[in-house]
């Protein structure tokens, strides 16, 4: 079993929609989660991270973490053209460990 | 100004040859990662630098070997490249120090290699 698991897409929903990524994973040592948005071509960008369970929200993004499920998410609300990307769930076990990356979820938003 | 930059960002060349490919960040981080991307968009990290000090080095093959002139550069170099050496080539830096944590990373636009 991959220590990250995360279904690849693409994914198409219609402008407005509400988006869910997921993302789950093996390693319960697990404490640091983040999701990273990169566009084509480009570089990852650090979109949100959580530390150990629970909630966070930015603006119209929020990402979940249930521990005892090994399950992450992300939520996209009010979802834009311009979010159309690939989203990578990330995680790490200590402040100072490496990163362990999904492989992404291709998300195309439909004007 | 770019934040953290990549030289070259394509390259193309054949089996064999040895090649270089170079990082910078103005950040002002402690530590600086090459990450390998392959076709199918995997991201994987293979070397991690902290204040020219290697930190982490994954199971890379000994063809592939960093270098850190100071703690704002790390460049990379691949010997008797090989087809399966083709991917894209990611460099990224984090502060790295006690209060802020490595998850909060910065990437390079990518070096896109093909070796044919």
């Known amino acids: 079993q991959k220590e990250v698991e995360q279904d690849p897409g693409p994914l198409s929903v219609p402008e407005g929609a509400i988006v869910s990524l997921n993302c789950t994973y093996s390693?319960?040592?697990?404490?640091?989660f983040m999701w990273y948005r990169q566009y084509s071509r480009k570089g990852p960008e650090l979109l949100m991270y959580?530390?150990?369970?629970g909630n966070k929200e930015d603006g119209r993004f929020t990402a979940q973490v249930d521990k005892s499920s090994k399950y992450i998410s992300l939520f996209i609300r009010d979802s834009q053209p311009s979010d159309s990307a690939t989203y990578l769930c990330?995680?790490?076990?200590?402040?100072?460990?490496?990163?362990?990356f999904g492989k992404g979820t291709r998300l195309h938003i439909l004007p | 100004d770019t934040a953290v930059s990549q030289t070259p960002k394509y390259l193309v060349t054949q089996m064999g040859n040895d090649k270089s490919i170079k990082c910078e960040q103005n950040?002002?981080?402690?530590?600086m990662y090459w990450y390998k991307q392959d076709s199918k968009k995997f991201l994987k990290i293979m070397f991690s630098?902290?204040?020219?000090?290697?930190?982490i080095n994954e199971t890379v093959p000994n063809r592939f070997s960093p270098k850190s002139p100071d703690k704002a550069h790390l460049n990379l170099h691949i010997n008797s490249l090989e087809l399966g050496d083709s991917a894209v080539y990611f460099c990224?830096?984090?502060?790295?120090?006690?209060?802020?944590?490595?998850?909060?990373?910065?990437f390079g636009p990518g070096t896109r290699l093909t070796v044919t």
């Open positions: 630098y902290n204040n020219k000090e290697l930190i």
């Open positions: 990224a830096s984090s502060p790295g120090n006690q209060a802020r944590s490595s998850y909060e990373q910065y």
């Open positions: 959580t530390y150990s369970s």
């Open positions: 990330a995680m790490s076990a200590r402040r100072d460990d490496k990163i362990i």
């Open positions: 950040l002002g981080h402690d530590t």
């Open positions: 390693n319960s040592a697990f404490q640091y």
